[in-house]
């Protein structure tokens, strides 16, 4: 299949609304079942398949809340896009090993998108601002 940009944003779209709305059934439906899914810096490191996804965002989920996506720029190729967005909301519990204290946060995104012969999230690659996470939640 060959997929549109509008089809694209579409899926991506799709994908960050059910993570805005905490539901990780949602969000793992948005992926192939044999989903490559890195977070970079992730301890437990690439996950394969939306079940090894499952734990990444249930620990999401509980750590950050109130969360919203806002997109700055988009790039499209042949069946994948680059999505650079802003997230922000607030640190609830242990957002990537720091305490939160239910501190606002703001930082910035980089997914890199492939997506399977049936349109969905075949390659999910992150990379987070964790400089910019450790400005706002020093450790003290």
Do not use: C
């Amino acid at each position: 299949m060959n997929l549109t940009p509008a089809m694209m944003d579409a899926k991506i779209d799709e994908h960050f609304g059910f993570e805005a709305r905490d539901d990780v059934n949602g969000v793992l439906a948005t992926l192939s079942e044999d989903v490559d899914h890195d977070i970079v810096g992730w301890p437990s490191g690439p996950t394969k398949g939306r079940e090894g996804a499952r734990n990444f965002y249930e620990t999401l989920f509980a750590d950050l809340s109130d969360g919203q996506v806002t997109t700055q720029r988009r790039l499209y190729g042949k069946d994948f896009m680059v999505d650079e967005s802003l997230w922000s909301g607030t640190a609830a519990g242990r957002p990537f090993g720091l305490d939160g204290k239910g501190r606002p946060l703001e930082f910035r995104l980089l997914h890199v998108i492939e997506f399977a012969s049936d349109g969905a999230i075949g390659r999910e690659n992150v990379w987070i601002d964790l400089a910019a996470i450790m400005q706002q939640l020093p450790q003290v």
